[in-house]
T-cell receptor, first 114, second 114 residues
Framework: IAGITQAPTSQILAAGRRMTLRCTQDMRHNAMYWYRQDLGLGLRLIHYSNTAGTTGKGEVPDGYSVSRANTDDFPLTLASAVPSQTSVYFC?????????????FGQGTRLTVV | GDSVTQMEGPVTLSEEAFLTINCTYTATGYPSLFWYVQYPGEGLQLLLKATKADDKGSNKGFEATYRKETTSFHLEKGSVQVSDSAVYFCALIMWGAGSYQLTFGKGTKLSVIP
């Protein structure tokens, strides 16, 4: 089934450790996104990529980095995790970054930083 | 900047009750508007959308009408079912930081009891 795959599903991470959340899509979508979901705050955009080779910062980019070496993969890296990065992380994609395009979401990664 | 405000939950209804979840937006121009739904343990998925004023989006018995004069996009369903229990997010696509970005409200949790 075509879609977005995120890994791991969940992770407990010690503060100060480095962690990469993986995201792969097989729909050949140009645009990809990373969101974090926190209770009472909804979803907030961390980073985005409009096409392979380009990335941009969203609303809450500090402490996170991304890369987009090819169309399918969009990993999110926490260089040195802190407890405030405890959250559920969602990767999403859309055909193009336009004004009315549907976004498709992965199942999420639940990250706990202790 | 552009933003979305939706009614806070949680909302608890009996099966077959009428549902309204209010959503208003602030935006420059006329954004496309969306409702996404998140079932327990899953990622978000598009429920319906409207791309211009007076458009009505509909899906699975849910409806929402794009009201420019009141800057609203309220979600309604005439008779809810237990299977409608989920978190509902109102969203718009805005231009910011060099890209179109999907901006979400904080979400409204709906619980439907038999």
């Amino acid at each position: 089934i075509a879609g977005i795959t995120q890994a791991p599903t969940s992770q407990i991470l010690a503060a100060g450790r480095r962690m990469t959340l993986r995201c792969t899509q097989d729909m050949r979508h140009n645009a990809m996104y990373w969101y974090r979901q926190d209770l009472g705050l909804g979803l907030r955009l961390i980073h985005y990529s409009n096409t392979a080779g380009t990335t941009g910062k969203g609303e809450v980019p500090d402490g996170y980095s991304v890369s987009r070496a090819n169309t399918d993969d969009f990993p999110l890296t926490l260089a040195s995790a802190v407890p405030s990065q405890t959250s559920v992380y969602f990767c999403a994609s859309s055909v193009t970054p336009s004004a009315n395009t549907e976004a498709f979401f992965g199942q999420g990664t639940r990250l706990t930083v202790v | 900047g552009d933003s979305v405000t939706q009614m806070e939950g949680p909302v608890t209804l009996s099966e077959e009750a009428f549902l309204t979840i209010n959503c208003t937006y602030t935006a420059t121009g006329y954004p496309s508007l969306f409702w996404y739904v998140q079932y327990p343990g899953e990622g978000l998925q598009l429920l319906l959308k409207a791309t211009k004023a007076d458009d009505k989006g509909s899906n699975k018995g849910f409806e929402a009408t794009y009201r420019k004069e009141t800057t609203s996009f309220h979600l309604e369903k005439g008779s809810v079912q237990v299977s409608d229990s989920a978190v509902y997010f109102c969203a718009l696509i805005m231009w910011g930081a060099g890209s179109y970005q999907l901006t979400f409200g904080k979400g409204t949790k709906l619980s439907v009891i038999p």
